[in-house]
């Protein structure tokens, strides 16, 4: 059974930093992502990166968030310089080689003074 565990979310003043992981079990994957969706809006893709290190980014995260990968199973977002408009629910992706999504539980992210 594919199982993906986040961590990391939390309050952080506008300005500040935030790391989330992301662990996955289960299965074998080759592509990776972060989301994230904000009260009353639709989710939005954040960055994800391939298997082999290309990475893609939304518009509005280029330059402050840094998507990477440990090995298989384990993603990270390093967000830096957050603004309010960072806070959401982030959840990690993954694609396995079969093509299928799977989804961790979300994790909160609160940028607030």
């Known amino acids: 059974q594919v199982q993906l565990v986040e961590s990391g979310g939390g309050l952080v003043q506008p300005g500040g930093s935030l790391r989330l992981s992301c662990a996955a079990s289960?299965?074998?994957?080759?592509?990776y992502s972060w989301y994230r969706q904000a009260p009353g809006k639709q989710r939005e893709l954040v960055a994800s990166?391939?298997?082999?290190?290309?990475t893609n980014y939304a518009d509005s995260v280029k330059g402050r968030f840094t998507i990477s990968r440990d090995g298989a199973n384990t993603v990270y977002l390093q967000m830096h310089s957050l603004k309010p408009e960072d806070t959401a629910v982030y959840s990690c992706n993954m694609r396995d080689l079969l093509n299928s999504d799977h989804w961790g539980q979300g994790t909160q992210v609160t940028v607030s003074s």
């Open positions: 289960g299965s074998i994957f080759r592509f």
């Open positions: 990166i391939t298997w082999a290190g290309s």
